[in-house]
């Protein structure tokens, strides 16, 4: 374990690992969320749902990256089992039951919604304790912002290309 690098943090680093490994189960359940969506989604606008689906799925997984990286840095043990996702999740898993574009997209604004509350909270806490933490929690909160309004300005074109047809 790196000694030094874990003492410079100003914070329980058990507390720090227990939410760094909250968030990574996140991470997994909304990579999945978004890669499962990508191949079960109908409508119209499915090509550019899809396309923005898989990005999102390959960014999630980036996320888990960085946060698996952070909890072993500071001595940490990573969730080890899936069979964990669903316990110590955040923001939880919506199956995408009904594959509609719509109602697929609001799912994941949702979980995007959470996720930002979530990324937020820990910036707040890490500002000041462990700018190393903060650094990689302000990087994947970014992505998450940017996740949101993709997600929303896709809604958007649906919800305006419905309203034409009327
Ligand atoms: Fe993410
Ligand atoms: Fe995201
Ligand atoms: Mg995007």
Redesign the pocket.
Known sequence: MAEIGRSIVRMDVEELLTLLNKALADEWL?YYQYWIGAKVVKGPMKDAVIAELEL?AT??LTHAQLLVGRIIQLGGTPVLSPNEWTKITNCGYDAPEDPFVSVVLDQNIKG?QC?IRVYNKLLALTREADPITYNIILQILT??VE?EEDLVALKEDFDLMIERRK
Do not use: R, T
């Open positions: 909304a999102h960014e999630e995007e996720a992505d998450e996740h």
